[in-house]
């Protein structure tokens, strides 16, 4: 009997100690897996291919060591605080198309088990990805997506890392003061051509809160379907209102469009600004000199004076052939200040995880954009903000000789403003 | 009053680039009574072969009509000889439909995996920048090439259908095949020829369509859907009724983004088709 119970135990204590050693080489080449979202098909899966590649540099450069990066946890591999696990991430097709985003953030989370949801590019579908993710309790980090919307919904697990529509439209009309002053002019009419979902409908609002604000005038307010087949009409709209600043916002398509339409109907006033699209790496080569004068708001340039920016985009130029663009650049960020947040949580509870983003306090000197730092705005209840980059910036790029300068601020400005533009027909 | 002049030369001229991207669902649809989800995607086809015609040959988008109608042309005797042909055989509606969907979602994943999703256009169409002004009204240059050879080519092919043996063959077919079988014509060769024919109009839209806009894998599904429509409401088997049921799309949709709002263009077209259809239902404006 004794010799039994003893042979019984010695069994249980082998057979406890294998589960325990099984159980730490689990922990030890544990994986950790975060879901990210993005159009891999659809009219936008241009712009998913170059999500995609920003995303898995990222994560690259977390799991391996890059000792030459400025980069949150890029020295070491995996992280740290949990035995250098390493990020996977997992994809989902959102297909560009709301409802799609949500269904899959929901399979993410419920089916693939994820800790946490990465991506989206139009604002519409990272509202209702988020939207689902909030629902189960999972925090998402949004590198992209500028609607005001986003993060006035009073969302627990949602994080913006760019700027929102509302910060673009104030510094777009900082941009026009200071052109005013600098060129000694008194620019005043507003005309905005916009794409009717989400993010166009929202930059014309808070255009036209900031036009009230500041005493401009708003002369044409346009809004089109977006993948029409033309502009001809929006643009002899255009021309019929006379425009002295012309605000456009849309996506890649309808900007080559617009390009093509205004030349051949000589429209030219004397600011014209578009938003995602004109820094396209196919806009340029598909309008050619059209595009000559053209500014846009851009959240980043590979050509920023940022030791961290020229390593990072010569590394990602000699993986993908082509330099970092912003469409790489915003989901860039969104893994590191996830992996930071992992990291210091020391866990994959979600809640913990939450907690450690809230506290993320990134040093300017550690990511690519043009930012002081990455630390989000404290939780508050609707219509204020929760949980955006408190110091995301816009700067202001002018395509000048088929390339784009940073025209403003003018501290960081690779080129002065080529005001006002030269009309098609005299060029 | 210029604006609204403006307005209507140019409404007219998209509606003929409309009815260039139609007239070949008219013979294959209205004629054939074939329904090929993947119009619109042949058309893309086209505009990609135009395209790297310029980009990598040099050649001006007018002058690859030729070539991207000849390869049109076989990629559609090769679609019915391999496809098409089984499937009518079967007397299946269903299998028509989701064949040809199939087709479509094959052509476009496919032209999204080789060519990638970027969008492509022509920077600076040689000989055709800026627009022509016909007494203060501008016409961009290129829309108005596009819409003369659409009225060249509609010209041709309802010459064809109705003054050629082969052509009245055709439309002997649509309305009796068996008749035409009996009196000793080989009825496949004649569909053979026909629904190359219709996939080889599509080659001198592609070819047109790339000198005013851009291409991409998916740029087929608009262009499609209004051709679908211009056939349905033109008329089945009519290309005058194709020519002016484009025009009427074209100018609703320049009116009513002018006059209304832009962003209910496409709303508009489809009031305009409903109506017409509810005042003819069977037949469209000018259908047989």
């Known amino acids: 009997m004794r010799q039994r119970n003893l042979l019984a135990g010695i069994i249980g204590i082998v057979f406890a100690s294998a589960f325990s050693l099984s159980s730490i080489s689990v922990a030890a080449e544990k994986v950790i897996k975060v879901g990210f979202v993005l159009p891999l098909t659809g009219g936008l899966a241009e712009t998913g291919r170059y999500m995609r590649a920003g995303a898995e540099f990222a994560v690259d450069i977390i799991n391996n060591k890059y000792p030459d990066l400025n980069l949150p946890l890029a020295k070491t591999e995996g992280i740290p605080s949990l035995n250098n696990a390493k990020i996977e991430i997992i994809l989902?097709?959102?297909?560009?198309?709301?409802?799609?985003?949500?269904?899959?953030?929901?399979?993410?989370?419920?089916n693939a088990g994820v800790v946490a949801i990465l991506g989206g590019w139009t604002s519409a579908e990272i509202k209702t990805g988020s939207a689902a993710a909030e629902r189960l309790k999972t925090p998402y980090v949004s590198g992209g997506g500028s609607s005001t919307d986003l993060t006035r919904r009073g969302f627990k697990y949602f994080f913006r890392l760019c700027p929102?529509?509302?910060?673009?439209?104030?510094?777009?009309?900082?941009?026009?003061?200071?052109?005013?002053?600098?060129?000694?002019?008194?620019?005043?009419?507003?005309?905005?051509?916009?794409?009717?979902?989400?993010?166009?409908?929202?930059?014309?609002?808070?255009?036209?809160?900031?036009?009230?604000?500041?005493?401009?005038?708003?002369?044409?307010?346009?809004?089109?379907?977006?993948?029409?087949?033309?502009?001809?009409?929006?643009?002899?709209?255009?021309?019929?209102?006379?425009?002295?600043?012309?605000?456009?916002?849309?996506?890649?398509?309808?900007?080559?469009?617009?390009?093509?339409?205004?030349?051949?109907?000589?429209?030219?006033?004397?600011?014209?600004?578009?938003?995602?699209?004109?820094?396209?790496?196919?806009?340029?080569?598909?309008?050619?000199?059209?595009?000559?004068?053209?500014?846009?708001?851009?959240?980043?340039?590979?050509?920023?004076?940022?030791?961290?920016?020229?390593?990072v985009n010569q590394l990602y130029a000699k993986k993908y052939g082509t330099e970092i663009n912003m469409e790489s650049a915003m989901p860039f960020n969104a893994p590191f200040v996830l992996a930071d947040a992992i990291n210091r949580a020391k866990s994959l509870d979600k809640e913990a995880i939450t907690k450690a983003l809230e506290a993320t306090n990134i040093p300017g000197d550690q990511t690519i954009m043009p930012w002081d730092s990455i630390r989000f705005t404290p939780y508050t209840t609707p219509p204020g903000h929760t949980h955006d980059n408190v110091s995301s910036r816009v700067l202001m790029f002018q395509i000048q000789d088929g390339k784009q300068e940073i025209i403003w601020p003018f501290p960081l400005a690779t080129a002065k403003p080529i005001f006002p533009l030269k009309p098609y027909d005299k060029r | 009053m210029d604006l609204f002049l403006e307005a209507l030369v140019n409404g007219a001229s998209l509606g003929m680039a409309y009815a260039l991207a139609a007239i070949g669902l008219t013979i294959i649809w209205g004629v054939m009574e074939i329904i090929n989800f993947a119009h619109g995607d042949y058309l893309m086809l086209a505009m990609y072969i135009s395209f790297f015609s310029f980009s990598l040959l040099g050649i001006h988008p007018l002058f690859s009509i030729p070539i991207t109608f000849g390869v049109l042309a076989v990629l559609g005797a090769l679609t019915y000889l391999t496809i098409i042909k089984g499937v009518l055989k079967s007397n299946v509606l269903l299998s028509q439909i989701v064949v040809t969907f199939g087709i479509s979602i094959f052509l476009q994943n496919g032209t999204l995996f080789v060519f990638s999703p970027n969008f492509r256009a022509i920077a600076n169409i040689p000989w055709l920048t800026g627009s022509i002004s016909i007494g203060g009204i501008f016409l961009p240059k290129t829309l108005f090439i596009v819409a003369l050879v659409s009225l060249i080519t509609c010209l041709a092919l309802f010459y064809f259908i109705h003054r050629t043996t082969t052509g009245k063959t055709i439309l002997a077919m649509a309305m009796d095949r068996e008749m035409v079988q009996l009196v000793g014509v080989n009825a496949d060769r004649v569909e053979l020829i026909a629904f190359s024919l219709g996939i080889a109009t599509l080659g001198i839209a592609g070819s047109c369509l790339m000198m005013v806009t851009y291409v991409s894998p998916r740029v087929g599904f608009l262009y499609g859907l209004i051709a679908f429509t211009a056939v349905a409401l033109g008329g089945f088997g009519s290309i005058p009724g194709t020519i002016i049921a484009g025009v009427i799309i074209g100018v609703t949709e320049i009116f009513t983004a002018l006059y209304i709002g832009p962003e209910y263009k496409y709303v508009a077209i489809f009031v305009v088709y409903l109506l017409i259809l509810i005042w003819r239902p069977k037949k469209g404006l000018l259908g047989w």
């Open chain 1, 92 to 110: 989902a097709d959102s297909q560009g198309d709301p409802n799609v985003a949500r269904a899959e953030v929901e399979r993410l989370i419920e």
């Open chain 1, 164 to 311: 929102h529509l509302g910060t673009n439209a104030e510094s777009f009309f900082d941009f026009i003061g200071d052109l005013n002053k600098m060129y000694n002019v008194g620019l005043k009419t507003v005309a905005v051509l916009y794409e009717n979902t989400e993010y166009g409908s929202v930059t014309f609002e808070e255009t036209k809160r900031v036009v009230g604000e500041r005493g401009y005038k708003v002369v044409a307010q346009i809004p089109f379907p977006k993948d029409t087949t033309s502009l001809l009409s929006e643009v002899m709209k255009l021309k019929a209102s006379n425009p002295e600043i012309f605000v456009h916002a849309g996506y890649v398509s309808d900007s080559i469009l617009l390009t093509k339409a205004m030349e051949n109907q000589n429209f030219l006033p004397k600011v014209w600004s578009g938003l995602t699209g004109y820094d396209n790496p196919t806009f340029i080569p598909s309008v050619g000199k059209t595009a000559n004068g053209a500014c846009l708001r851009g959240f980043f340039s590979p050509r920023l004076r940022k030791d961290v920016v020229q390593k």
